[in-house]
């Protein structure tokens, strides 16, 4: 079943959350969490996406992020995949680091907003973490508190929300901690936020969305991997990761591993705009029924294997850091 399309609005608010693969483990130390935080501002700033709210939890992450261009996809593509080869690396794991694709809404009215943020903010609460949200160290709480200060390197912009409590006394940081303290112990507003909960769970496990586009087949934005990149650069770096001396000497063998060359094949085929012409020209032996089926060959064991589909999506994941 092809992936839904993702529809991205420019100049909108969005809650976005994702979690571990199978709700496993995200952060095991404070240098993963620095790690990952560090990484998202730094991506934030180039993609020009300010952060309103944000919680890391061990297993899952929250944030409330300010589109201005419609690159959402691509933003978190890329945070995404770097955390995970930080974190394969590190703890020597394979396969999905974070469970499928990230989960977004679009925030579309007030109410929606400060219910988003209260409940992003008192997570660490609920989950048992913690007792006073603004001394959780992973979240944005701190700033609207006032007990820290922003980094001048994050994007992070606090006065949207502070707004909504702002008055004649000018007393807006205090009047964001009574509201937030005031809700921990009223039962209707945190029904509302157990049902925001159960909404969220929902969109992690939707399966048919109408789309707002039928014509569009795909959205440039939410490819995952653009066949973008030279055929040079991909078969460099497909020696590298197979330690082979000469792509088209090895594939002409006659011993050579026929698995192997069907998953460079469909390498070739998913990241390059190679023609199958020029493929014939690489890998002279092989016939072309074996070319042509190579890459529905590999597509349909990722479909049956888990494995192996971690197997080739590290492989893609390698090829697009090296080139990028």
């Known amino acids: 079943m092809p992936r839904i399309l993702r529809i991205i609005k420019p100049n909108t608010f969005y809650h976005i959350f994702t979690r571990g693969s199978r709700k496993g483990i995200l952060f095991f130390e404070e240098k993963d969490y620095q790690f990952f935080l560090n990484e998202f501002m730094k991506y934030c700033n180039k993609f020009s996406i300010n952060i309103s709210v944000y919680c890391l939890l061990p297993n899952h992450i929250h944030f409330i992020l300010f589109i201005i261009e419609p690159n959402l996809s691509k933003f978190l593509q ?6 995970a080869i930080y974190f394969n690396k590190k703890y020597k794991n394979s396969g999905h680091v974070f469970q499928g694709r990230f989960g977004y809404k679009e925030i579309n009215n007030e109410n929606y907003f400060k219910l988003c943020a209260d409940y992003i903010h008192l997570n660490p609460v609920k989950a048992n973490i913690i007792v006073q949200p603004e001394k959780y160290q992973w979240s944005s709480c701190k700033y609207y508190f006032k007990t820290a200060e922003v980094p001048e ?64 087949k795909q959205r440039k934005e939410d490819i995952l991997y653009d066949k973008i990149y030279k055929k040079e650069e991909v078969i460099k770096c497909i020696l590298e990761y197979f330690n082979l001396s000469d792509l088209k000497n090895n594939l002409n063998k006659k011993f050579f591993n026929i698995h192997l060359s069907r998953i460079i094949i469909y390498v070739l085929l998913t990241l390059t705009s190679l023609k199958y012409s020029e493929l014939f020209e690489i890998v002279e032996k092989s016939n072309k029924k074996t070319i042509y089926s190579a890459k529905k060959d590999i597509e349909n064991k990722m479909k049956k294997n888990f494995r192996f589909k971690g197997e080739i999506t590290k492989l893609l994941n390698f090829i697009q850091l090296k080139i990028r």
């Open 153 to 216: 390197d994050y994007p992070i912009d606090i006065r949207f929300l502070l707004n909504y409590y702002q008055n004649n006394d000018n007393l807006v940081f205090e009047n964001y901690k009574k509201h937030l303290y005031n809700i921990k112990d009223q039962e209707i507003e945190i029904e509302k936020i157990k049902r925001f909960e159960k909404d969220i769970e929902n969109l992690y496990n939707r399966r048919n969305i109408r789309t707002e586009i039928n014509h569009l």
């Open 78 to 83: 890329c945070i995404l995949t770097k955390y």
